[in-house]
Nanobody, 122 residues
Framework: VQLQASGGGLAQAGGSLRLSCAAY????????MSWFRRAPGKEREFVSV????????DYADSVKGRFTISRDNAKNTAYLQMNSLKPEDTAVYYC????????????????WGQGTLVTVSS
């Protein structure tokens, strides 16, 4: 499956953005979908994951209570609603997909989107 992320941009601290990840060439409902991010000068880190059914959801501690992951299998699309943004959320955000159970480990994902840049100003 091929993934295309969109929705990044510039936001002020305290603001909101919504990222989308559209899946092509497969049925996204067969896949767990995740978001990862890479901040400048840092390694890629897990942000959030949702299972194929939506029954399993998890977040990194740094985004809990601020970010919400969801998916619409009819549209083969996953979303990441980001509220109360902080400057430290500035990063390139990547969506990823894998068959089977949801995972927070990036090494287990074999399909990746191209990344979308989120910049949060203070």
């Amino acid at each position: 499956v091929q993934l295309q992320a969109s929705g990044g941009g510039l936001a002020q601290a305290g603001g909101s953005l919504r990222l989308s990840c559209a899946a092509y060439g497969g049925t996204s409902s067969s896949f767990a979908m995740s978001w990862f991010r890479r901040a400048p000068g840092k390694e890629r880190e897990f942000v959030s994951v949702i299972s194929w059914s939506g029954g399993t959801i998890d977040y990194a501690d740094s985004v809990k209570g601020r970010f919400t992951i969801s998916r619409d299998n009819a549209k083969n699309t996953a979303y990441l609603q980001m509220n109360s943004l902080k400057p430290e959320d500035t990063a390139v955000y990547y969506c990823a997909a894998k068959r089977g159970v949801a995972s927070m480990r990036d090494a287990q994902y074999d399909s990746w989107g191209q990344g979308t840049l989120v910049t949060v100003s203070s």
